[in-house]
Antibody, heavy 121, light 110 residues
Framework: QLQLQESGPGLVKPSGALSLICTVS??????????WGWFRQPPGKGLEWIVS???????YYNPSLKTRVAISVDTSKNQFSLNLTSVTAADTAVYYC?????????????WGQGTLVSVSS | QSVLTQPPSVSEAPRQRVTISCSGS????????VDWYQHLPGKAPKLLIY???LLPSGVSDRFSGSKSGTSASLAISGLQSEDEADYYC???????????FGGGTKLTVL
């Protein structure tokens, strides 16, 4: 059974970079069966999609975040990561990684538990 | 402001039926299927409905979805206290080339 787990620092300084890792278990990240994604939920606000990727290279970005987002895959560790630069307090949120079985517009049916990242000095 | 529009909140009594609407445009709901997610505080979002009206394995058939034109709806019948959660609609947007979500609807079971 596919499982995802987010990890990373819980506190990031303003203007710094937020880096998170999603560790995948139960299947290979390079099996070709999944799209992988990052989402977030700021306090008191709704869910927001950040980015989706396919291990072989297709990446789709939220246009509002594209200039600050980088994503990568480490097939040897069965992980994919999120890097968000130039963070501000508005980037404080619970960040989730998720997987969609199929193509870029298939639903995300497996989610990690989420990790809270606070941006503060 | 979210691309998809949902009511901020709905409420209904136990054992009753409630519907949550989701309004979009031709570039998202009008041209792509709608998914619904249930989100309980402190928990991971859960896929509730996919491809407009399909239920993932294990989801109660008290939940149902529908779509017409550029709008979609989630219906929950036989309301239970455990249904209290935030509900989000989502769809792929061809213009933005990415996922768009509704702002979420908080369901209160009175």
């Amino acid at each position: 059974q596919l499982q995802l787990q987010e990890s990373g620092p819980g506190l990031v300084k303003p203007s710094g970079a937020l880096s998170l890792i999603c560790t995948v278990s139960g299947d290979s990240i390079s099996s070709g069966n999944f799209y992988w994604g990052w989402f977030r939920q700021p306090p008191g606000k709704g869910l927001e999609w950040i980015v989706s990727l396919y291990y072989a290279g297709s990446i789709y970005y939220n246009p509002s975040l594209k200039t600050r987002v980088a994503i990568s895959v480490d097939t040897s560790k069965n992980q994919f990561s999120l890097n968000l630069t130039s963070v501000t307090a508005a980037d404080t949120a619970v960040y989730y990684c998720a997987s969609a079985f199929g193509g870029r517009d298939d639903p995300f049916n497996i989610w990690g538990q989420g990790t809270l990242v606070s941006v503060s000095s | 402001q979210s691309v998809l529009t949902q009511p901020p909140s709905v409420s209904e009594a136990p054992r009753q039926r409630v519907t949550i609407s989701c309004s979009g445009s031709n570039s998202n709901i009008g041209n792509n299927p709608v998914d619904w997610y249930q989100h309980l505080p402190g928990k991971a979002p859960k896929l509730l409905i996919y491809f407009n009206d399909l239920l993932p394995s294990g989801v109660s058939d008290r939940f149902s979805g529908s779509k017409s034109g550029t709008s979609a709806s989630l219906a929950i019948s036989g309301l239970q206290s455990e249904d209290e959660a935030d509900y989000y609609c989502a769809a792929w947007d061809d213009s933005l080339n990415g996922w768009v979500f509704g702002g979420g609807t908080k369901l209160t079971v009175l």
